[in-house]
């Protein structure tokens, strides 16, 4: 069965950075687009980059356009989000994605911006 296992949360300071992992199994990993959404305390869950399944194109919502580096490892089944010049507004819960007839969604990692 799909397995999609996020990592790599945790509290930093604005400014900071951080490196999310999502280990991917139970499907051709190579084969899909993924994603990484994020759900910010009390609101609703938005995409907030999309990588090909070669990972040679990539898209990312504007409030993270030129902080966030989305990246994949086809050889290792693993999907990264490098997170740069963090914001209090980018505390929230990370999920990775794939689109197989459903939807699959990891169990997410927090990340949490505050001095």
């Known amino acids: 069965q799909v397995q999609l296992v996020e990592s790599g949360g945790g509290l930093v300071q604005p400014g900071g950075s951080l490196r999310l992992s999502c280990a991917a199994s139970g499907f051709i990993f190579s084969s899909y687009i993924m994603r990484w959404y994020r759900q910010p305390p009390g609101k609703e869950r938005e995409l907030v980059a999309t990588?090909?399944?070669?990972?040679?194109?990539?898209n990312y919502a504007d409030s993270v356009k030129g902080r966030f580096t989305i990246s994949r490892d086809n050889a290792k089944n693993t999907m990264y989000l490098q997170m740069d010049s963090l914001k209090p507004e980018d505390t929230a819960v990370y999920y990775c994605n794939v689109k197989w007839g459903v939807d699959y969604w990891g169990k997410g990692t927090l990340v949490t911006v505050s001095s």
């Open positions: 990588i090909s399944s070669a990972g040679t194109m990539s």
